[in-house]
């Protein structure tokens, strides 16, 4: 199976400042790469899917990038609304599997 | 917009089986064009796919829960349900039932979560 690392556990940001999330893949994914924010007691919600194409509804400071095996979140201007938890997840082979999660909290 | 729901028991004794239920509703489950599948996460821990169904019963599972999963669709209720046996403490967590297109897994749409507690 492919084994997701996410990068830090736990984030330390500023209001208004920029978050980079770090995604790393055992092995090559190509861009079957998806985001999703997990606020507390809530479902995931679907950020960034094919490594860097926004869902629908996600706000334009929310930035996806990589391919093969680094894959990069970017929230460019955090807002009250971003702190939360963020997974990432591969769907490029079975089975499916999601890293553990980057908690991103206010600094 | 596809709306799910989780329903079961919270509370199942070790050893027992574990029985949700997602009800599906804005869509169709006999479509072709989605799979229906089941994740979990453990208390402060992070999401595990544990198994997805199409409509007409074509079934993929995790490799590590296979041997106690069975997921089971049924079109005329507009329901999908996850049976997981011999269960223990390991396998306290919310589950949540989530849909992804035939395209990509990815999942786009989710229920609330379901927390089933195992204990004695």
């Known amino acids: 199976e492919i084994v997701m690392t996410q990068s830090p556990a736990t984030l330390s940001v500023s209001p208004g400042e920029r978050a980079t999330l770090s995604c790393r893949a055992s092995q090559s994914v190509s861009n079957n790469l998806a985001w999703y924010q997990q606020k507390p007691g809530r479902a995931p919600r679907l950020l960034i899917y094919?490594?860097?194409t926004r869902a629908t509804g996600i706000p334009a400071r929310f930035g996806g990038s990589g391919s093969g095996t680094e894959f990069t979140l970017t929230i460019s201007s955090l807002q009250s609304e971003d702190f939360a938890v963020y997974h990432c997840q591969q769907y490029d082979k079975w089975p499916l599997t999601f890293g553990g999660g980057t908690k991103v909290e206010i600094k | 917009q596809l709306q799910l729901q989780e329903s079961g028991p919270g509370l199942v004794k070790p050893s027992e089986t574990l029985s949700l239920i997602c009800s599906v509703s804005g869509g169709s489950i006999s479509s072709s064009s989605y799979y229906w599948g089941w994740i979990r996460q453990p208390p402060g821990q992070g999401l595990e796919w544990i198994g997805n169904?199409?409509?007409?019963?074509?079934?993929y599972y995790n490799p590590s829960l296979k041997s106690r999963v069975t997921i089971s669709v049924d079109t005329s209720k507009s329901q999908f349900s996850l049976k997981l046996s011999s269960v223990s403490a390991a396998d306290t967590a919310v589950y949540y039932c989530?849909?992804?297109?035939?395209?990509?897994?990815?999942?786009?749409?989710w229920g609330q979560g379901a927390l089933v507690t195992v204990s004695s």
């Open positions: 094919d490594a860097s």
């Open positions: 989530a849909t992804h297109s035939a395209a990509a897994a990815l999942f786009d749409s």
């Open positions: 169904i199409l409509y007409s019963g074509s079934t």
